[in-house]
């Protein structure tokens, strides 16, 4: 049973344009909310994250945004950069001591020169 | 400098073999945890220990057992190594309190 999804598998955009990512969970537990992007070969790396508290979040070129009542979150990368290519995993927390992260499948964003 | 290391990178064993994977993080993280992504790609967690204490474990096969001898280093060791063992398994840390997780580089194992 999936609780997060990430129901695009890819994504292609064209460099200097917006890549929109999308997530949706089913768990109402979920209160924090992270973005990871991963290279072929490495482990994931933290990007952007949010706490359900918050409705959006800003890091440079990275925007996260939060719709607790449609359980959806976005990430939003403007403008593109060919080095955004990357396969983009959202998570999902319940926080506490012992909370772990829920992924989703992943997203293959490639962003054309 | 590195935050979060795993050893090894790649590990490719027979079938019914015992392997041990170790990871470390310099962090000053207090929690670390096993994941494993499956030929499907999904990432999912097998354990957690936090100040060399188990706190999750996740219905994994206890073929897989997992052992912090301090709170910087948290190693498994699998046994009986099965064809459905191959997958790559990541380290990952946080500190306690904050959601954010580290992650290490992954260690890539094929079992023949």
């Known amino acids: 049973d999936q609780q997060v999804k990430q129901n695009s598998p890819s994504l292609s955009v064209q460099e200097g344009r917006i890549s929109i990512l999308n997530c949706d969970y089913t768990?109402?537990?979920?209160?924090?909310f992270l973005w990871y992007k991963k290279y072929p070969a490495e482990g994931p790396t933290f990007l952007i994250s949010i706490s359900s508290i918050k409705d959006k979040n800003e890091d440079g070129r990275f925007t996260v945004f939060l719709n607790k009542s449609a359980k959806h979150l976005s990430l939003h990368i403007v403008p593109s950069q060919p080095g955004d290519s990357a396969v983009y995993f959202c998570?999902?927390?319940?926080?506490?001591?012992?909370?772990?992260?829920?992924f989703g499948k992943g997203i293959t964003l490639s962003v054309r020169p | 400098d590195t935050a979060v290391s795993q050893t090894p990178k790649y590990l490719v064993t027979q079938m019914g073999n015992d392997k041990s994977i170790k990871c470390e993080q310099n962090?000053?993280?207090?929690?670390m945890y096993w994941y494993k992504q499956d030929s499907k790609k999904f990432l999912k967690i097998m354990f957690s220990y936090n100040n060399k204490e188990l706190i999750i474990n996740e219905t994994v096969p206890n073929r897989f057992s997992p052992k912090s001898p301090d709170k910087a280093h948290l190693n498994l060791h699998i046994n009986s190594l099965e064809l459905g063992d191959s997958a790559v398994y990541f380290c990952?840390?946080?500190?306690?309190?904050?959601?954010?997780?580290?992650f290490g580089p992954g260690t890539r194992l094929l079992v023949l």
């Open positions: 998570a999902a927390s319940a926080i506490g001591a012992n909370s772990k992260l829920t």
């Open positions: 990952a840390s946080r500190k306690r309190f904050q959601e954010t997780q580290y």
């Open positions: 962090l000053g993280h207090d929690t």
């Open positions: 768990n109402s537990m979920f209160d924090y």
